[in-house]
């Protein structure tokens, strides 16, 4: 059994008020935790992980020290802005393995996360820190034992740095994340009268467009929980080309042809009100109207066992 509980659903920078209590305004973070594994797993240190670490150290600090596994989809900053205000970091005995991907060769993952607890930046350093932190570097890949039946699958996905998708497998459940991500396109002039058309090249990028967006769909083939990026709605994603996220329709379809169960529509944006929210919940999450697959905005607080 995996429980997956969402402490933070916002993209972009956080958006706390009156307008956003009921889905909440913290930045991205989730917890699952495996039944019999004593580790944590947490995806993302947006802001919303300052409120997971105050309910760790209140509720599970007592049964012994930390054992926490952090997995970044990426390294922009909505994504870890929340770890310098991460309280079990500076608890002695808690051990945290942080996994990411990192975009560029000469920067290790500890400088790039560890990089914003400097002096001109926070009132404590990195090498401050009371607890034990391990930074590992991932890229794709398959299969990778976790231990106790715990299978982790990583898939990149398209934003304009590099990201990864994450597919927890245990007991024959799957559980999912594809954020931040966009679908692939064809890069290439489509137009047969602009002077610059290839058609070559036109026939050839819509090819591996459509390869590449079939590959994410058999990544989260099948899962019983995908958390995808919806950002945007499809006439507002018309002008956010490129910026690296998905509108509600295509993550929708795009579940409803690799068979997932329930689909949570995560990373809104932080312009979306409660208000905007509920009147898409009535549009998009209406039973069958879209296939089989169970759809609903992720929520602060939000905890589902699969």
């Known amino acids: 059994m995996m429980k997956v509980r969402f402490w933070g659903v916002r993209g972009s920078i956080p958006c706390p008020g009156p307008q956003t209590m009921k889905y909440g305004g913290n930045g991205a973070c989730i917890e699952m935790r495996v039944e019999g594994r004593k580790e944590i797993i947490v995806i993302d240190a947006g802001s919303g992980v300052r409120e997971l670490g105050n309910h760790l150290m209140q509720n599970?600090?007592?049964?012994?020290?930390?054992?926490?596994?952090?997995?970044?989809?990426?390294?922009?900053?909505?994504?870890?802005?929340?770890?310098?205000?991460?309280?079990?970091?500076?608890?002695?005995?808690?051990?945290?393995?942080?996994?990411?991907?990192?975009?560029?060769?000469?920067?290790?993952?500890?400088?790039?996360?560890?990089?914003?607890?400097?002096?001109?930046?926070?009132?404590?350093?990195?090498?401050?820190?009371?607890?034990?932190?391990?930074?590992?570097?991932?890229?794709?890949?398959?299969?990778?034992?976790?231990g106790g039946g715990l299978l982790l699958t990583t898939k990149f996905i398209n934003h304009p740095i590099t990201a990864l998708g994450y597919r927890f497998e245990c007991g024959g459940k799957v559980f999912c994340t594809c954020y931040d991500h966009e679908p692939y396109r064809n890069l290439f002039i489509t137009d047969p009268d602009h002077p610059e058309y290839d058609e070559a090249m036109a026939i050839e990028g819509e090819e591996v467009a459509k390869e590449q967006n079939h590959a994410i769909e058999e990544f989260f083939k099948g899962a019983d929980l995908l958390v995808h990026?919806?950002?945007?709605?499809?006439?507002?994603?018309?002008?956010?080309?490129?910026?690296?996220?998905?509108?509600?329709?295509?993550?929708?379809?795009?579940?409803?042809?690799?068979?997932?169960?329930?689909?949570?529509?995560?990373?809104?944006?932080?312009d979306r009100t409660d208000a905007q929210i509920d009147e898409m919940v009535k549009d998009y999450c209406e039973p069958g109207k879209y296939g089989d697959t169970e759809i609903f905005f992720a929520r602060e607080g939000m905890e589902i066992i699969i």
């Open 60 to 146: 599970d600090l007592a049964n012994g020290p930390l054992e926490l596994a952090l997995y970044l989809s990426h390294t922009h900053w909505d994504h870890i802005m929340g770890f310098p205000y991460f309280v079990p970091i500076y608890i002695p005995g808690t051990k945290l393995t942080v996994y990411g991907p990192v975009t560029y060769e000469d920067d290790p993952l500890k400088d790039v996360v560890g990089g914003q607890m400097k002096y001109r930046y926070f009132p404590i350093n990195v090498g401050e820190l009371a607890s034990d932190i391990e930074y590992k570097r991932i890229r794709e890949e398959p299969d990778t034992d976790l």
């Open 229 to 270: 990026d919806a950002q945007y709605t499809e006439e507002e994603y018309k002008t956010k080309i490129d910026w690296g996220h998905s509108p509600f329709e295509h993550a929708i379809a795009a579940a409803n042809r690799a068979g997932v169960k329930k689909l949570a529509l995560f990373h809104h944006d932080p």
